[in-house]
């Protein structure tokens, strides 16, 4: 059971390791949220402006 967590020297669970892991995992998350939620302005934002094919010049 002990090799499934990471120790530190001492015998104690590395929380050091764990904390930074969750940093890293929050960081990869916050990054895609952040790109789907630019996809989805950019989508909303597409489709308030009118299409110009099709419309004459004058």
Known sequence: MKSDYKY????NLDTDFYVERAYELRRAYFAESVKNAKASFKKWFTGLIP???GHAAH
């Not at 530190?8 to 015998?11: A, H, L, T």
């Open 51 to 53: 299409s110009r094919s």
């Open 8 to 11: 530190d020297q001492f015998g």
